[in-house]
Nanobody
Framework: QVQLVESGGGVVPPGGSLRLSCTASGFTFDQYWMYWVRQVPGKELEWVSSISRTSSMTEYADRVKGRFTVSRDNAKNMVYLEMNNLEPEDTARYFC????????RGRGTQVTVFS
């Protein structure tokens, strides 16, 4: 079955950096675009970033553009999210997903930007 396992979250001060990782299994990874979405308790899932099958295309939500970088390694079935210059508004649970809306996603990793 499809498994997505995120790691790398933590507590950082404003301006700090984190690198999230996601290990995928149970499907042909290089045939899918991959996504990062995030959620604050009580709010809907928010799309953060997308990366195409060959990494030729990446997309970012306006709120993270210029600060976050998505990448993938198809040989390792992994996708990453490099997050720099973090802001308190980035505090959320971050999920690796196989679709833009997060319908197929992992359990997530918590990112807290402590001001």
């Amino acid at each position: 079955q499809v498994q997505l396992v995120e790691s790398g979250g933590g507590v950082v001060p404003p301006g700090g950096s984190l690198r999230l990782s996601c290990t995928a299994s149970g499907f042909t990874f290089d045939q899918y675009w991959m996504y990062w979405v995030r959620q604050v308790p009580g709010k809907e899932l928010e799309w953060v970033s997308s990366i195409s099958r060959t990494s030729s295309m990446t997309e970012y939500a306006d709120r993270v553009k210029g600060r976050f970088t998505v990448s993938r390694d198809n040989a390792k079935n992994m996708v990453y999210l490099e997050m720099n210059n973090l802001e308190p508004e980035d505090t959320a649970r971050y999920f690796c997903a196989r679709d833009r809306y997060g319908n197929v996603r992992g359990r997530g990793t918590q990112v807290t930007v402590f001001s």
